[in-house]
Nanobody, 122 residues
Framework: QVQLVESGGGLVQAGGSLRLSCAAS????????MGWFRQAPGKEREFVAA????????NYADSVKGRITISREYAKNTVYLQMNSLKPEDTAVYYC???????????????WGQGTQVTVSS
């Protein structure tokens, strides 16, 4: 069982930056691929970014490429999502996830955090 706790969300103006953190309980943190999804009101949960177990491979949704960076810190069992040049359409609840494979589909991931709200004002 893996417990994930997100933090770092908040209200920011368009063009601003936020860094989300996700702390994992597992001592086997390095065994899991890690990802971020987001869900806006009335919309389906969508893939944002993922990073492989080794950290050597990263995947991004086209909508965030060049603005968002995913990284992981093994000593702290934490994965980060650095978000720059934020847009109002980035407003959503952001969820951290862990699983055995990287996928753009939420059902392919095993563990989820409770989510953190990101609101970007215009």
């Amino acid at each position: 069982q893996v417990q994930l706790v997100e933090s770092g969300g908040g209200l920011v103006q368009a063009g601003g930056s936020l860094r989300l953190s996700c702390a994992a309980s597992a001592r086997t943190f390095s065994n899991y691929n890690m990802g971020w999804f987001r869900q806006a009101p009335g919309k389906e949960r969508e893939f944002v970014a993922a990073i492989s177990r080794s950290g050597g491979s990263r995947n991004y949704a086209d909508s965030v490429k060049g603005r968002i960076t995913i990284s992981r810190e093994y000593a702290k069992n934490t994965v980060y999502l650095q978000m720059n040049s934020l847009k109002p359409e980035d407003t959503a609840v952001y969820y951290c996830t862990a699983g055995p494979r990287i996928s753009g589909y939420p059902d392919s991931w095993d563990y989820w955090g409770q989510g953190t709200q990101v609101t970007v004002s215009s």
